[in-house]
Structures are given as C-alpha cells and as structure tokens.
C-alpha cells in the first residue's frame, strides 16, 4: 500500500510503500507517550525505507531519546531517529540503524485512509502513565514488555501483507 503523510502545518510531506498498514500496535512507553501519544500511546506502522520520499526535508528535525534503564548508572542515547516538524512539532516517522530497510510512520502522520485492524496489539503497558485506562477488545493482545510478535509477522498471521506495496 502506498501511504502519503504530511505534518500539521504542511511544511513536511512524505510517501513510502508500505506491506504491513494496519495500525495496530499501541505503545504505550514513555518515550513514544511524551513524543507522540495524545492517548497515552503512539501507533507506529513500518514501511520500507528505500521507498521514503520527502518534500520539506529542510523542516525535518531529528529527536533521539535518552534512555534510563534499571541499573544504568547514566542514560543512553538511543539510535534510533524520531523525525519531526521543525516549523509545528508534528511527529512523523522513526528510523533506526539497526533495522535499516525499515522505516515506522506514526500513523497519526499518515493522510491515506488505513485498514481498520481486526485485533490490536497493546505493548509496553509496564511504562504506560498511570492515568491511562486500557480500552482493549477481547480480541487485543497485552504485553507488559515487547510482544514476540513483529509487525510483519502480525499482518502475515492474519492474512494482511500487501504483497505489492510499491
């Protein structure tokens, strides 16, 4: 599927292809909650990387977070890239290096019309605020930590993957 997305003032505009659109993975840890969730959580899709076009480049700024561990006797920097609007703060997509050929959207950014999931993945709940109330479907799978489940391996399991998304 193809998916078109823009920041809120229109400074920054973007396309990718994308095989797994479904927007169903909420996460609810605190970098992605202050960065991006309104709802105590961000849902990110993942597309491919070398299909990433960008008008407004020049507006893109990039947000590494500080990570704190348990037992870390500092913070680290994570690698991973969150992208957003210099001019309106819009978040847009992550990169990270590690997984180089992919490419996560908030979908939040993304302007197309995207399936409705038939279940949604909740992670991360062990970081989520305390205010925020889970609104799962019985459906809806729950994981205090990172589920085994990758995004590919969600949509191939129901059936989803766009084969042709370019």
Not at 11 to 38: D, E, M, Q
Not at 58 to 72: F, L, P
Not at 119 to 140: C, E, M, N, Y
């Amino acid at each position: 599927m193809r998916l078109e997305g823009s920041c809120h003032c229109g400074a920054v505009r973007f396309s990718l292809a994308s095989p797994h659109p479904y927007p169903f993975n909420l996460c609810y840890c605190s970098i992605c909650r202050k960065t991006a969730g309104g709802g105590g959580y961000a849902i990110n899709l993942s597309g491919l990387h070398d299909t990433l076009e960008v008008e407004g480049r020049e507006h893109v700024k990039v947000y590494r977070a500080r990570i704190r561990r348990e037992g870390d006797e500092a913070p680290h920097t994570s690698p991973g890239q969150r992208h957003f609007c210099g001019k309106c703060g819009s978040p847009l997509w992550m990169w990270d290096p590690r997984w180089p050929e992919l490419v996560h959207p908030l979908a939040s950014a993304i302007d197309t019309p995207l399936p409705v999931p038939p279940q949604r993945t909740h992670l991360l709940l062990g970081s989520k605020a305390p205010w925020v109330v889970i609104r799962a479907d019985p459906d809806d799978r729950l994981h205090e930590g990172f589920p085994d489940e990758s995004i590919a391996a969600w949509h191939e399991r129901l059936g989803l993957v766009d084969e042709e998304p370019r």
